[in-house]
């Protein structure tokens, strides 16, 4: 595997279920973030992991739970989730202290609630 | 908060034709990056700029930061089918290390 994963794909749940995301990063990078995109609305930011170590949480409802283990791999625990949530739910990694700020992103997780 | 303004929002262009489009922001960034988003995918990196006038090129896309640091402008030359998709324009500024605001997009569509 190479660059960002994420698993599953596309993910439907009732709004009683609990779920998790996963993404991994294969680049040896140190930050970690989660994203979720609507449609017609820019990314918009949820966490931001830098050695493991939550560093930004952009006032997000606790429903949504995120798990750093190691540098390499983030979770997104989902429960008593709402409509509203669905959307597309991004992973990305960084190096910390390269050059600029680049951030590479994984596929996504599709996520619908019904 | 930061806000960046991406336009055009969307473009119907015939292959072979160029394309332009750009951001422009509220305040200073010290970085600028652009990005493609294929249905159903994230989004992938094109080019990154790091310098106020930086101008740099991938293939055929050229990209270029913004004298005063407050805009990008990213053209496509001789567009192809598979240049479909969304692009989008991020920003990071002094004081906000490891975040980005994005723009919200513009949508290109290719017709042959």
């Known amino acids: 595997e190479t660059g960002v994963t994420q698993t599953p794909r596309h993910l439907v749940m009732g709004m009683t279920n609990k779920k998790s995301l996963k993404c991994e990063q294969h680049?040896?990078?140190?930050?970690m973030y989660w994203y979720k995109q609507s449609a017609k609305k820019p990314l918009e930011l949820m966490f931001v992991?830098?050695?493991?170590?939550?560093?930004e949480n952009n006032s997000v409802p606790s429903r949504f739970s995120p798990e750093c283990p190691n540098s390499s791999h983030l979770f997104l625990h989902l429960h008593t989730l709402q409509p509203e949530d669905s959307a597309l739910y991004l992973c990305?990694?960084?190096?910390?202290?390269?050059?600029?700020?680049?951030?590479?992103f994984g596929p996504g997780t599709r996520l619908l609630v019904l | 908060g930061q806000q960046l303004n991406q336009s055009p929002q969307s473009m119907f262009i015939q292959e072979g034709e160029d394309v332009s489009m750009n951001c422009t922001s509220s305040?200073?960034?010290?970085?600028w990056l652009w990005y493609k988003q294929d249905p159903g995918e994230g989004p992938v990196l094109l080019i990154a700029?790091?310098?106020?006038?930086e101008l740099t090129s991938n293939g055929r896309l050229t990209a270029q930061f913004g004298i005063t640091r407050k805009d990008s402008f990213l053209n496509i030359s001789a567009s192809i089918p598979s240049d479909v998709g969304i692009y989008f324009c991020?920003?990071?500024?002094?004081?906000?290390?490891?975040?980005?605001?994005f723009g919200t997009g513009t949508r290109l569509q290719v017709t042959l």
């Open positions: 991020a920003g990071q500024s002094a004081g906000t290390a490891s975040k980005l605001t």
């Open positions: 992991y830098n050695f493991k170590e939550q560093t």
């Open positions: 680049l040896g990078h140190n930050a």
């Open positions: 700029l790091y310098k106020a006038g």
């Open positions: 990305a990694s960084r190096q910390a202290g390269g050059p600029g700020e680049t951030q590479y």
């Open positions: 305040s200073i960034f010290n970085t």
